[in-house]
């Protein structure tokens, strides 16, 4: 008995009314028997699938033309690959041409369905259903017939996994067409002008909102009009090569909104969007991003771009006559080179009227260096910086919530500060084992102040150049404290060492000064550049300059070493704060002790010269030279065997313009000692005596360009002792028969006068 129920189920199953097309007859046609499989055209109960069980590759099937009308029960069009397309060709003229008596989904197209509606009947719906036409995503049904549109629109299935099904108009002829707008829901919806010859204007009124759950495509060629007098939402993108007419055609104070309301979306092409007077906004909803790809003309007064969600403008401007208004918790995202500005002739927002709301947050991600512009709040939620290149603060900006540093330097300066009033960094990355703290490829080029409520520690995304440097403050007052921190390139301004320091870092310092007589804990980071190669041998401790004293403790401070990069953390407080390098002493003595170290500027070179006490079998001498006082490359060495005070002296007979920074290498038993950093102006003189002081003889080199140049040794009152006639550029003057003091060479010729004191000794 069981056998014989499971036989007539299966019998059931297999005799289902179904038809799949297997194109056996090797033509497109509907009604061609053995394009089907089983054989037969379908019947009015049947269900047609067409698919890619029989025929792998694309193909299209045509519905009966004349006065025939085709009726089955259902069809569905779902490639598992390619497109498949179905037509109701131009010239099927029934009325109607194909009915669907399905009470679910009469017609399903599915990813890569096609079904083109292309009826030459004079009237009345030539396709219609009982039940829902069901758009996949991925699926289009093209409208290429004048007739109606309306009940097809309100038998539109939009059950989730239909908001990219593509509901297409590309209706034929020179004139007009109305489309049903008011009260309806698509899918994406799209307008085209093939079938009317490359122009086609389109139409729609009423009263009711619009939903689209995709995107709105015009192709060019078109022109869409709404008069409507409520409200258009748009989930998905705008994609505009023709034209879009807002022109509702009575005023009102509700509706009229072109809603911008999806996730990630954007508003592209190189059509034109037209407002009349009559429509109030366009609107990025709340929760909305918006990706401005193209211009946007405000057309009049009343017109206002509203942005209660991201707007991410690129290179792209709002403009025209009417207004700009950014709401509270909004997101602007500005990617033109002059970023926001109070006049409307420049950056990303030019319109007549703006409002940029200080509970709003701002973003630059532009591709070249961009600035903030004066058009920025004084005070904002948040500031992103995300631009390679760099951003320049074009005034002073609060920040009370966050500073995000994804990528780019934030450049700021003494009148255009940067402060952060209670707002945390937000960085992608974690450096000097502390996250947010900014890192290598964002930081704050310039003074950035940090207001302080508690005894907690704070992180400062300090740098300039290519050098990232945070520091870690942490006030020991918890009170209401300011304090603001710049780092600076070059060496400290330190030019003599206290004995109990060996060395300073010579790549930075860091300028901070505290608003109220507060006090500090600080935690400054160093990088290898900032230590030698025995750094395993210092000690290091906080210079400190207040007021022309050098302060320096070596209880101090502690190092914290943290894999490549670590902090240099003050065990007690500070608070006379300025400029805080680190110094270093050693943990075991030279066998040397450096007693002089000089480098000044003789004329045509730099001299330097140093006087050590040495004490062992050698020492090596190794002079290094910067032009920024952070790259040290080596240009002179020298060995000594001596024992004793020892002199040396070297000419740098090609010296860098302006600055010179030198320091001395000392390695003596293996072990390396640095000297102070010394800086030596250079430039190129018309003109060089040497030497000077003088006993016997003075040399003059000097740009001639004359045949004759007279010259005179003057004494301190004017008094010319000798003259000397000179037709080469230099010369030799004996000096021997002066006094000791000081006198003048004067050179006179006919591109001017040159005056060089010297002193005999």
Request: aromatic share 10%; proline share 5%; charged share 15%.
């Amino acid at each position: 008995m069981w056998r014989l129920i499971l036989l007539l189920l299966i019998c059931r199953v297999d005799l289902q009314a179904q038809k799949t097309w297997d194109g056996g007859a090797g033509t497109n046609a509907w009604a061609d028997a053995l394009n089907w499989y089983p054989d037969g055209i379908p019947g009015i109960e049947e269900d047609v699938i067409l698919n890619n069980q029989w025929i792998a590759l694309d193909y299209l099937v045509e519905l009966p033309g004349g006065l025939q009308t085709t009726q089955v029960k259902s069809i569905r069009i779902g490639p598992s690959t390619g497109t498949i397309s179905l037509t109701l060709p131009t010239g099927n003229t029934a009325i109607p041409g194909l009915i669907l008596s399905a009470t679910g989904n009469g017609m399903l197209i599915e990813n890569g369905g096609i079904f083109i509606n292309a009826s030459g009947a004079g009237s009345g719906s030539p396709f219609q259903l009982v039940g829902k036409l069901r758009i996949g995503n991925g699926g289009r049904y093209i409208h290429r017939t004048p007739r109606g549109n309306a009940e097809l629109i309100d038998k539109l299935n939009n059950e989730p996994g239909t908001e990219k099904g593509i509901f297409e108009f590309d209706v034929p002829g020179s004139t007009g067409y109305t489309v049903s707008l008011t009260g309806n829901t698509f899918g994406s919806l799209s307008f085209k002008a093939l079938s009317a010859g490359g122009n086609k204007s389109y139409s729609g009124s009423g009263t009711s909102n619009l939903l689209i759950r995709g995107d709105l495509v015009i192709d060019p060629g078109v022109s869409v009009t709404s008069t409507l007098t409520s409200d258009i939402v748009l989930n998905g993108s705008l994609l505009m090569n023709g034209k879009l007419n807002l022109h509702p055609v009575t005023a009102g104070t509700t509706g009229r909104s072109f809603v911008f309301a999806g996730r990630d979306v954007s508003f592209q092409g190189s059509g034109t969007l037209s407002m009349n007077a009559f429509f109030r906004n366009l609107l990025v909803a709340k929760n909305a991003s918006l990706t401005l790809e193209t211009p946007c003309l405000l057309n009049y007064t009343p017109n206002t771009f509203l942005c209660q969600g991201t707007l991410h403008c690129g290179a792209f401007a709002v403009s025209g006559p009417g207004s700009f208004l950014l709401s509270d918790s909004a997101t602007f995202i500005s990617g033109a080179d002059s970023g926001i500005w109070s006049t409307a002739d420049k950056g990303n927002i030019r319109t007549a009227f703006r409002i940029f709301s200080p509970q709003a947050n701002y973003q630059y991600a532009g591709t070249s260096s961009q600035v903030t512009g004066d058009g920025i709040p004084d005070t904002v939620a948040s500031l992103a910086v995300n631009n390679s290149a760099s951003l320049l603060l074009s005034k002073p900006v609060v920040i009370k919530d966050s500073l995000s540093l994804l990528n780019g330097v934030l450049i700021s300066g003494s009148s255009n500060r940067l402060m952060l009033f209670g707002a945390r960094i937000r960085s992608p990355v974690s450096n000097y084992s502390e996250t947010d703290a900014g890192w290598e490829k964002s930081f704050v080029d310039g003074p950035i102040s940090i207001r302080t409520w508690d005894s907690s520690w704070y992180n400062i995304p300090a740098g300039t150049g290519n050098i990232f440097a945070p520091l870690k403050i942490k006030p020991l007052d918890p009170a209401d404290n300011e304090i603001t921190v710049r780092y600076i390139a070059g060496p400290h301004p330190v030019t003599i060492l206290l004995p109990s320091l060996d060395r300073i870092s010579q790549n930075g310092y860091f300028d901070v000064r505290s608003i109220h007589a507060a006090k500090w804990q600080l935690a400054m980071s160093y990088r290898p550049a900032d230590t030698s190669s025995s750094d395993e041998m210092m000690t290091p401790a906080i210079l400190i300059d207040v007021n022309g004293q050098w302060k320096w403790s070596s209880t101090m401070s502690k190092k914290i070493p943290v894999g490549q990069y670590g902090w240099l953390v003050t065990d007690t407080a500070i608070s006379d704060l300025n400029a805080l390098t680190i110094g270093y002493t050693m943990n075991n003595l030279l066998p040397l002790e450096l007693l002089d170290f000089a480098a000044d500027n003789a004329g045509a070179y730099n001299l330097i010269q140093w006087k050590a006490e040495q004490d062992g079998p050698y020492t090596d001498y190794l002079i290094e030279r910067s032009k920024d006082g952070m790259l040290y490359a080596p240009i002179h060495s020298s060995r000594s065997t001596a024992r004793g005070i020892v002199s040396f002296d070297w000419k740098d007979m090609l010296p860098l313009e302006p600055f010179n920074y030198y320091r001395l290498q000392m390695i003596s038993h293996g072990t390396t000692r640095y000297s102070p950093s010394l800086r030596v102006k250079f430039v190129k003189r018309r003109a060089i005596l040497y030497p000077n002081p003088a006993r016997d003889w003075i040399n003059i080199n000097f740009q001639n360009g004359s045949s004759r140049t007279e010259l005179e040794i003057v004494n301190r009152d004017g008094i010319v002792l000798s003259k000397h006639f000179v037709k080469k550029d230099s010369c030799q003057i004996r000096v021997s028969d002066l006094t000791p003091g000081t006198y003048f060479a004067r050179l006179r010729n006919t591109n001017g006068s040159i005056t060089l004191p010297f002193t005999k000794y």
